[in-house]
C-alpha cells in the first residue's frame, strides 16, 4: 500500500521505496540527526542533507540541549531513526522555530505526535509534530525480530490506550482498532517471525497508533511505561512490552467490553513480551527495590487524570508488582 496523506499542518508519506524517492518532499540541505545503524539505510536522504549529526544515547531533554549548544544548521530538522532521534528532531525544532521532518527506522510512531521533552534551559520551547512524515516499511519496521517485538508491543499500547482515554474519539479510535488488526495479523502464526508483508504491516500499525494516540493522548499504561525508562532505566519498548499485558487488564476493568472483551489483546501483548525478551520486569533490567520509587514518581504525572477514574499510588505499585 502507498499513499500520500495530506492532514492539516502535516505531510505524510507511506510506501515502499518512499524514503529514497522523499526528495521532493525535504529537498536539500537540511539538518539530519540519525544514529550509526540508521544512517546507511537512506543513503539518499543522508547525501541531501546539509549537515547530518549523530544522536546517542540518553535523555531527549539533554541531548536536544547539547545539539542545540553545539549548532545545528538548516531551515529543516530532519531525523533518521528511532523514537529517541525523532524526538531530539522535534525538541530541537520545536525550540528555535524550525520545521521538523521525521523518517522513522522503529515502530515508536514519534513522527505522529507532539508528545516529546523538551530541550534543558529552554522553557520556552514548544511540541511539535514533524510536518513532513516518510514511513517506508522497509526502515520503519527494520529491526531485528526481539527489537521488532518490543516496538510492536508500544504499537499496541498506542492502540489500546487511544480507545479509551478522556480525549478518544470515533476517528482516531477507528484508527486505533486497524492497528490492532494489524498488528494481531502480523504476529497470527506462533513461532513464526513477521515476513515482509507482515513487517509493512506493523510500519502501517505504528502509523495508524500514533495519529490515535496524538488525538487521544495518552494515560495509566504509558505513564508506567515511561517512569520505567526514566526512574527504573529500562529500555522504551522493552518496558511497554513488560507492562502492556497487565494494563490491559486495568484498562478493561474501567471499560468492561471495551478494551479487551475477549482476552485477546492480552494474548497478543504476552506474545509480543515473550518475543521481546520482555516478559516481566525483572528481565529488562529494573531491580525490584527501584519499583517503590517508580510508582511514587508515576504517581505524581499529571497524564493520569486521561484514564478515568484516576490510578492511585497504590495500584500502580500493584501493577508494576503484578509485571515484576
Sequence with gaps: MDFTWQDGERTIRFGRGSAAGSRDLLGEGYALLTTPRAEPMAPDVVERAGSVHHVGSGLVDELSADLLAAGVEGDLV????????????????????????????????????????????????KPIRPAIVVNDPILCASQPEADLAASAANSLAHAVEATVTTMSSPVPTLAAREAQRLIDAAYLVEGEPPAAAQRDQLALASLLSGYAIDAAWYGLHHVLSQTLVRVGGAGHGPANAAMLPHTIGALERRNPGRVDPDGGLAQLAHRLARIAGADGIRGIGVPEDRLDACAEAAAQRAELDFTAPRAEQAELRALYAAAW
Design 78 to 125: 530532519v531525523a533518521l531513526g528511532g523514537g529517541r532521534v525523532i524526538d531530539t528532531a522535534k525538541a530541537i525544532a520545536g525550540a528555535t522555530g524550525r520545521r521538523a521532518g521525521a523518517i522513522p527506522t522503529t515502530l515508536s510512531a514519534a513522527e505522529m505526535t507532539k508528545v516529546h521533552r523538551t530541550p534543558k534551559g529552554h522553557a520556552d520551547a
